[in-house]
């Protein structure tokens, strides 16, 4: 007797996580159980091997039930019930991918099933009525119609059958009963086996995704490994077993990843809350201190990336120096040096700004510092090109949100304009190096810092904000527009449903907190160190994440040899 093959510890499936694919701003960072996928896949590659369960020698062979199926199907084909099939070649030894138990037979996959497609027939069809008694299946597994009496009784095949798209290789089992299947379902109904273990063998297969005729001669080109009726039966329940087993440590490992995130979430917000420096390092030591415990997912270093930011604009990432100059001064020179460019011609007068009422500041600040709107610090708020212009194959680059989604700019793949309309664009418009871009159409609210001298121009999807470089650290802007104090006005400040605008009025209105331009200095320090760190705890995630991925994918390999 053959012992089943063991499964090797479950910490193996449960640690190898991957993060799926999102796109866009504001990732959720959900990862997809992808040990726990590749251990159902191990689960049918050893059931259809016969590794298992073991082999009972009281068992009746497959070759008797293969004579039996044969038998059956000729019967059907005497009574006009089925067509014959084309003669099938005999299976070499060199098309079996790998050795059976003794008891077991492989077989070509259209000797072993009834391939139903009756919908297309003219007799069904005439019959479909739209309250029939036996109803139709689609691929949703859903009724969709009904046949007659007399319809049914040609088909008389109602039951648990497998169910084949027209546009997916996705397999599908049907447990309740029907009598045929809709335009462009294949049903597939195994003779004189156990429909389950048919099911599950044929969700082994790997199939094309080139259309229905073409993914169903793959899957009849597969071999199928039929073993004993009664070892189908023991596979069947073995197979259930087990994949309730992995439902059971997927829902585990989904309510594991949701309270370790609302851990981080609970203890990163102390930080934001706490009082006093003194409090706060304090709490920072706690964190610090369990930071190989803490941040283990992509979402918890992220959701830290963020909280560095927050503490960033409250004050609280660096000590504050009573020598700087405050803020305050700093907005007196700035104003006095708009009303200078102003007179001058220089710039255009802008529109008066409402006073920030308390209810609008959503947290005390150092005595140094100074709650200020965007416009209040800013030369120019506008954006690019209102008309869409000529594209030319060589000339000015011209940016819109696609070339800065990434958070930077990328010229890689950017259209081009002639010179001329590009002079003309940038009287009203002009980029350049030390200005903050900002998205403003589609992926809103992403910070773009010009770190360039080449000459472009931009879309309407882009804003542009100058500023006094001598009086606000570009860095420190960029840092504050990114942080959830910004992220939140650029939210509820975008209109309109579908492709949605940020407006220009509403990015004047922002509230923003602003430091002494020195601590402004200290602070860009600290958060490109934090940063880093964040960084470099991603790099070791990514590649522990690797190695487990790996582990899986060589266990299975290993396993099924």
């Not at 020195?518 to 934090?530: G, S, T």
């Amino acid at each position: 007797m053959d012992h089943p093959q063991a499964l090797p510890s479950l910490d193996v499936w449960t640690s190898a996580l991957l993060s799926k694919s999102t796109a866009g701003r504001g990732s959720n960072g959900k990862l997809e159980a992808y040990g726990i996928k590749k251990l159902r896949e191990l689960i049918l590659e050893l059931a259809v091997r016969g590794k298992l369960v073991p082999q009972d020698p009281k068992d009746e062979p497959a070759s008797a039930l293969l004579k039996r199926i044969q038998a059956e199907k000729a019967r059907l084909i005497a009574e006009g019930k089925i067509k014959k099939d084309k003669p099938l070649p005999q299976i070499s030894e060199e098309e079996k991918p790998y050795a059976l138990p003794l008891c077991w037979e492989w077989v070509r996959l259209p000797e072993i099933y009834l391939s139903i497609s009756p919908s297309g027939s003219k007799l069904l069809s005439s019959a479909i009525k739209d309250a029939g008694t036996f109803p139709v299946v689609d691929q949703g597994q859903r009724y969709i119609a009904g046949y007659t009496d007399d319809a049914a009784l040609l088909i008389n095949l109602p039951g648990p059958v497998i169910v084949f798209g027209d546009h997916t290789t996705e397999r599908k089992y049907i447990d309740f009963d029907f009598v045929a299947g809709a335009d462009g379902v294949k049903i597939l109904r195994p003779i004189l086996q156990d429909e389950h273990f048919f099911f599950r063998q044929l969700q082994g297969y790997r199939l094309e995704e080139r259309g229905y005729a073409r993914h169903f001669k793959v899957l009849n080109d597969n071999l199928y490994a039929l073993p004993p009726i009664e070892e189908q039966h023991r596979i069947v329940a073995k197979v259930d077993e087990l994949m309730a087993l992995g439902d059971q440590l997927e829902q585990q490992q989904t309510d594991s990843l949701a309270a370790h995130q609302t851990l981080v979430e609970t203890l990163l917000g102390t930080l934001t809350r706490v009082g006093s420096q003194q409090e706060f390092s304090a709490a920072w030591t706690r964190i610090a201190s369990h930071f190989d415990t803490l941040f283990t997912t992509e979402a918890s270093i992220d959701q830290l990336k963020q909280t560095i930011l927050q503490l960033a604009v409250m004050g609280k990432l660096v000590p504050q120096d009573p020598n700087d100059e405050p803020a305050s001064v700093l907005l007196g020179k700035i104003a006095k040096e708009k009303t200078r460019l102003f007179s001058a011609g220089e710039i255009r007068k802008q529109k008066s700004l409402f006073e920030i009422g308390e209810g609008e500041k959503p947290h005390p600040l150092p005595r140094s510092w100074e709650w200020a709107r965007f416009g209040d610090i800013s030369y120019q708020i506008t954006d690019g090109a209102h008309h869409t212009p000529t594209y030319v194959n060589e000339g000015i680059p011209f940016l819109s949100v696609k070339d800065m989604s990434a958070g930077r700019l990328d010229f890689s793949d950017t259209r081009f304009i002639s010179r001329e309309q590009h002079e003309e664009l940038i009287k009203r418009c002009f980029p350049q190096r030390g200005d903050l871009l900002l998205t403003k159409v589609g992926t809103t609210g992403i910070p773009i810092l010009v770190d360039t001298d080449e000459e472009f121009s931009i879309f309407v999807s882009v804003a542009l904000i100058k500023f006094p470089l001598n009086h606000i650290h570009g860095r420190y802007l960029s840092l504050l527009v990114s942080s959830p104090l910004v992220k939140r006005q650029s939210e509820e400040g975008t209109e309109g449903i579908g492709n949605k605008n940020l407006v220009l009025r509403k990015i004047a209105a922002f509230v923003l907190a602003i430091p002494p331009l020195a601590e402004q200095h200290r602070i860009v320090a600290k958060v490109d160190e934090l940063m880093a760190l964040c960084d470099a705890l991603k790099v070791r995630l990514a590649d522990a994440q690797t190695t487990q991925l790996h582990l899986a994918d060589a266990i299975v390999e290993r396993a099924v040899c």
